[in-house]
């Protein structure tokens, strides 16, 4: 997938303390080749070293300090941050313009494998869609960044709006998504569920080891998966 290895690089994660920034570093940890080095980063401030690239699962108020920081360092970022309003998202895309960043609101593989497949409903589009999601009580943003991406991206290919997502809160769910598709005489449903937090983490260190070998530029894990 990359011509870099694992022992090549120094990884920063910033947002080191959250359900995800742990995640990443215990599979970072666990990798063989394991990493060059391994810094994990509650606040970019505090952080004087340097890194060959970042994985990022911090809030949206986190953002000022590691955009400075990569662009400070010329660092490519790696974002599974969701809930960016239109300015932080704007900040990013400013700062691919220096340096490779890669955000996508989920960093699994088969969410990004899902997504394609919605292109498919392009020849279905009189068809009634419908879309829900479902997470743990803790996520703060509803409905997910996911579920918001798999909406514009059906709708990119049936060609019009559809309705607003479903989403529930419940319990301790990583993350369902759905979406429903009813033709006159019969249905189709795309479901992926996540069943370990682990594939969140191996995906976005998945796009780490292929982003430090791209130019500049704002990119997706539709885009390493079609470049690899």
């Known amino acids: 997938m990359s011509s870099k290895s694992p022992a090549d690089l120094s990884l920063v994660v910033y947002g080191s303390t959250?359900?995800?920034?742990?995640?990443?570093?215990?599979?970072?940890?666990?990798?063989?080749?394991?990493?060059?080095?391994?810094?994990?980063?509650?606040?970019?401030?505090?952080?004087?070293?340097?890194?060959?690239?970042v994985i990022d699962f911090s809030l949206p108020q986190a953002?000022?300090?590691?955009?400075?920081?990569?662009?400070?360092?010329?660092?490519?970022?790696v974002s599974g941050t969701t809930g960016l309003e239109k300015k932080e998202m704007e900040n990013l895309k400013a700062l691919s313009k220096l340096v490779p960043v890669l955000w996508a609101p989920n960093m699994s593989l088969g969410v990004m494998v899902v997504t394609r497949m919605l292109k498919e409903f392009k020849i279905l589009s009189d068809w009634n869609y419908s879309l829900f999601e479902t997470h743990h009580v803790h996520k703060k943003d509803k409905p997910?960044?996911?579920?918001?991406?798999?909406?514009?991206?059906?709708?990119?290919?049936?060609?019009?709006?559809?309705?607003?997502?479903?989403?529930?809160?419940?319990?301790?769910?990583?993350?369902?998504?759905?979406?429903?598709a009813q033709g006159e005489f019969e249905e189709i449903s795309l479901e992926h569920k996540a069943t370990d937090r682990r594939v969140f983490a191996?995906?976005?260190?998945?796009?780490?080891?292929?982003?430090?070998?791209?130019?500049?530029g704002f990119y997706s894990l539709e885009d390493m998966a079609i470049t690899t």
């Open 18 to 53: 959250g359900r995800m920034g742990q995640q990443v570093l215990q599979v970072a940890k666990d990798l063989k080749p394991s990493f060059k080095k391994l810094h994990g980063v509650r606040r970019m401030k505090d952080f004087s070293e340097s890194g060959d690239v």
């Open 63 to 77: 953002q000022a300090d590691l955009v400075q920081y990569c662009r400070d360092h010329q660092v490519p970022l």
């Open 144 to 180: 997910s960044g996911t579920a918001l991406r798999l909406k514009e991206a059906l709708e990119m290919a049936v060609g019009h709006e559809v309705p607003k997502v479903t989403a529930f809160r419940e319990g301790e769910v990583i993350g369902d998504h759905k979406v429903f």
């Open 202 to 216: 191996q995906g976005s260190i998945q796009a780490a080891l292929w982003l430090v070998d791209q130019s500049p």
